[in-house]
């Protein structure tokens, strides 16, 4: 049987392949978006930031048959959603020691969301602009005569452009690129803890392995974890530190356990990282775009997505000008979060942050920033010196 052929296939119909997928089907490409498990659940806080969210409410394109935004996930109809939490605030801890600060929700610094619920409006938002849902697996890719030929489960796609936005251990990576050393791969572990919320996050800072733990919470349910590098630590070693945290903070509810790999590049990865070949672009977590403190990503999952797209409605040297753009508007940042991270969660450090969380209302302002996405690193140190 002949392949189905389109502009752009891309794999994976999360943040990231589902944005792109919108912007460039609304720029009038066929695109096929491939992906047989979307929307799912995701191991992960589930938090969004301000600025993630105006990336996917304010500059949404629009189609002849649908109005610009995000349906359902706007900013000020956050708060509806059935799985949306506003968060009021953010408490702090080092073993004893804590400290709590205000978060602004008008406009929203952060919300939490269930990943099931927000893909599944991204994708949604896809469909509408134009994209064709290939509800199937990609089992292999192949390059021949300048095309690319997708085998999936329900058919072959042939098309001209191939993006990856399968995750850090996606299929289109494993082809075009090479998988992610373990070193610069994280384990988050930790449980839903169902029949419980609450409108605040908890980060407690940990010595070993050197990170944080989180509880972000959701319209029923705590979403609470741990974060290190593979090459330091497993299930089995994080695991405790969840069980340890949530007998001493949380009564009741039910547990339900998750696992699930992060990309977490060192600097010189970053520096040594190829998005972008021949008729091929990686987004998001394919990319290794998430940051290497905060482990945040979905903010970079869809500002990757944009970028690639805009390239790609240019098509004349797409692949070169994709990675000049995302160097310069990600990587750099992310380069520095890794080369300050070590510094960042030792403990003499951590101990003087908190301190000057409790003293400051300017250390205060830079932190919530920092929670909302909107501080970036190179100024960061400058900031705290100020307050």
């Not at 359902?72 to 605030?89: H, K, N, T, Y």
Request: charged share 25%.
């Amino acid at each position: 049987m002949d392949a189905v052929k389109f502009d752009v296939a891309v794999i994976g119909a999360g943040p990231a392949g589902a944005w792109c997928a919108t912007r460039l089907s609304a720029s009038g490409l066929r695109v096929a978006l491939v992906d047989g498990s979307h929307p799912r659940e995701k191991a992960c806080g589930g938090g969004v930031t301000g600025r993630a969210l105006a990336l996917v409410t304010m500059s949404a394109p629009s189609t002849p048959s649908t109005p610009s935004g995000l349906p359902g996930l706007a900013a000020d109809e956050l708060r509806a959603s059935p799985s949306g939490v506003v968060i009021r605030s953010a408490r702090f801890t080092q073993q004893s020691k804590a400290t709590e600060i205000e978060l602004s929700r008008d406009p929203i610094r952060l919300g939490v969301v269930s990943r099931r619920d927000f893909d599944a409006r991204l994708l949604a938002r896809a469909l509408s602009a134009g994209a064709t849902l290939v509800n199937a697996r990609a089992r292999d890719i192949e390059r021949t005569d300048g095309r690319w030929r997708v085998v999936t489960d329900s058919g072959d796609i042939d098309a001209r452009w191939l993006i990856g936005a399968d995750g850090a251990s996606g299929l289109v990576r494993k082809k075009v690129s090479r998988p992610f050393a373990r070193q610069n791969i994280s384990i988050a572990c930790g449980y839903y803890v169902h029949g419980v919320t609450t409108e605040r996050i908890d980060i407690a800072f940990e010595h070993e392995p050197a990170g944080y733990l989180w509880s972000f919470p959701r319209r029923n349910h705590l979403a609470v974890g741990v974060c290190a590098q593979a090459d330091v630590a497993s299930t089995s070693t994080l695991m405790p530190v969840v069980d340890r945290w949530l007998r001493a903070n949380v009564e009741g509810g039910r547990l339900e356990r998750y696992s699930w790999p992060i990309p977490s590049l060192t600097g010189s990865a970053i520096q040594r990282e190829v998005p972008c070949g021949d008729g091929w672009m990686l987004i998001g977590d394919a990319a290794g775009l998430v940051d290497p403190i905060t482990r945040e990503g979905i903010f970079y999952a869809l500002d990757s997505a944009r970028i690639a797209a805009e390239c790609l409605e240019d098509e004349p040297r797409a692949a070169a000008r994709y990675a000049e753009r995302l160097r310069s508007a990600i990587y750099d940042e992310l380069d520095l979060a890794a080369r300050l991270k070590a510094r960042f969660y030792r403990p003499a450090f951590i101990a003087l942050l908190l301190t000057s969380l409790e003293r400051s209302a300017r250390i205060r302002a830079v932190m919530a920033d920092l929670i909302a996405g909107e501080q970036p690193y190179h100024s960061l140190r400058r900031r705290l010196l100020l307050g």
